[in-house]
């Protein structure tokens, strides 16, 4: 995939990490459902029958790999059911041991490109609260008081494409 959103770190990104798009019930939906069961099941306590949903199966996946290949975070894209022109992005997960490295900016970069590419006017996420500086640096912006998710503060961000 390509990664055409610019940020400060985005050509180091790209030699960094492989980004590719994700059919579910493909063997890379395995590897996708493995990274967000450590991350959300496993590291944040989310229930594991929370974690899987029906949007599963129409959203847009994207898995990042590292230089070998190695499988290290994971985000998907859908459309608003409550609005058609937004994008909502959700379930940005990096394994513990790549954080920090730019997985998490190449995987939201491809996603922003992907939601430009479909034509939709805003981006919008439930951002867990301790991730809200990561979105900002993309010009997400918050919007709304912040609310528990799975017993974990969020608060909407917007950003407009
Ligand atoms: N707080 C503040 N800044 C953060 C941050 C955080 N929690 N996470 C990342 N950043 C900053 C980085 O310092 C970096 O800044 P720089 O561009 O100035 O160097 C930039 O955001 C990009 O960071 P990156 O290394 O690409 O992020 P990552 O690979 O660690 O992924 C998450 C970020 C949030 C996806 C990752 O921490 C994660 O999976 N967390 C657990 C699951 C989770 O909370 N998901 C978000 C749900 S809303």
Redesign the pocket.
């Known amino acids: 995939m390509n990664n055409e959103t610019p ?3 985005g050509h180091a ?1 790209q030699d960094r990490y492989q980004l590719r798009p994700v059919i579910w019930g493909s063997v890379d939906a395995e590897l996708v459902k493995e990274i967000r069961f450590r ?2 099941v496993d ?2 306590k989310v229930p594991a029958e929370l974690e899987l949903d029906e949007t599963d199966s129409t959203a847009f996946h994207v898995l990042a790999t590292d230089k070998s290949g190695e499988p290290c ?1 994971t ?1 998907r894209l859908y459309v608003d059911p409550e609005n058609a022109q937004h994008a909502k992005i ?7 041991q ?11 970069a491809a996603l922003i490109d992907e939601a430009r590419r479909c034509g939709y006017s805003v981006a919008i ?4 609260t ?6 900002e ?1 993309f010009g997400f912006a918050s919007d709304g008081p912040e609310y528990l998710d799975a017993g974990i503060p ?1 608060r909407t961000m917007l950003m407009t494409l």
């Open positions: 940020n400060a770190a990104d991350v959300f590291e944040q975070g985000g959700g379930r940005m997960a990096v394994l513990a790549h954080r920090g490295g730019g997985c998490g900016r190449a995987i939201l996420l439930s951002a867990q301790h991730a809200l500086p990561f979105y640096k969020h």
